[in-house]
């Protein structure tokens, strides 16, 4: 198993531009969720998902899309960077009420 | 205000003290309770997870939660240099959230 995979592992935009963070799993986890980990401010909850074609807003969900067609796979979208979007990225996934398993971040500064 | 609190730290003890590590949840509905460590540039890692109230013991960790006040609660015995991190609380259902993260410094 990979567990969970996510690309690219850094990423450099200028304002406006937009892009997809990918994050996958290999575990046929029901439950996906997006972090983003700023410092001082722990990991806060962008969007999540509890299953294929279902998916719901976090804490800080303006700026960014997600969608889920299919089980492996949970997209982050960024429609238009902003400088403050500049942040480490985590994906994770578990099977209902159990451990949680963080894929290794991205990167990202938009300048 | 976040759902989940907690005091960012940092703690400095020395090698071998006991540590606690607490935080305060806010919302009712919270079913499991979960504790990651995470080192500088790397991505959290379990080191607890539990649905209800009471100790869970894994090592030198230990996990409490209280749901009538809404309080959770990591110890660390005999602590080591290595233990050195940020520690992250966290809760939930179907969405987790974490706390701000409680920087730990252990001294030799």
């Known amino acids: 198993n990979a567990g969970v995979t996510q690309t690219p592992k850094f990423q450099v935009l200028k304002t406006g531009q937009s892009m997809t963070l990918q994050c996958a799993q290999d575990?046929?986890?029901?439950?996906m969720s997006w972090y983003r980990q700023d410092p001082g401010m722990g990991l806060r909850l962008i969007h999540y998902?509890?299953?294929?074609?279902?998916?719901d807003q976090g804490e800080v969900p303006n700026g960014y899309n997600v969608s889920r067609s299919t089980t492996e796979d949970f997209p982050l979208r960024l429609l238009s960077a902003a400088p403050s979007q500049t942040s480490v990225y985590f994906c994770a996934s578990r099977q209902s009420y159990n451990e949680q398993f963080f894929g290794p971040g991205t990167r990202l500064t938009v300048l | 205000q976040k759902e989940v609190e907690q005091d960012p730290g940092p703690l400095s003890v020395p090698e071998g003290a006991i540590v606690s590590l607490n935080c305060t949840y806010s919302?009712?509905?919270?079913?499991?309770f979960m504790w990651y460590r995470q080192y500088s540039r790397k991505g959290p890692e379990l080191l607890m997870y539990t649905y209800s109230s009471g100790n869970k013991e894994d090592g030198r960790f230990t996990a409490q939660v209280d749901k009538s006040s809404k309080y959770i609660s990591l110890f660390i015995r005999d602590s080591q240099p290595s233990d050195s991190a940020t520690y992250l609380c966290?809760?939930?259902?179907?969405?987790?959230?974490f706390g701000t993260g409680t920087r730990l410094q252990v001294f030799p």
């Open positions: 998902s509890v299953g294929a074609g279902i998916t």
């Open positions: 919302n009712s509905a919270f079913q499991y």
């Open positions: 966290g809760g939930g259902t179907d969405k987790l959230i």
């Open positions: 575990m046929n986890h029901e439950y």
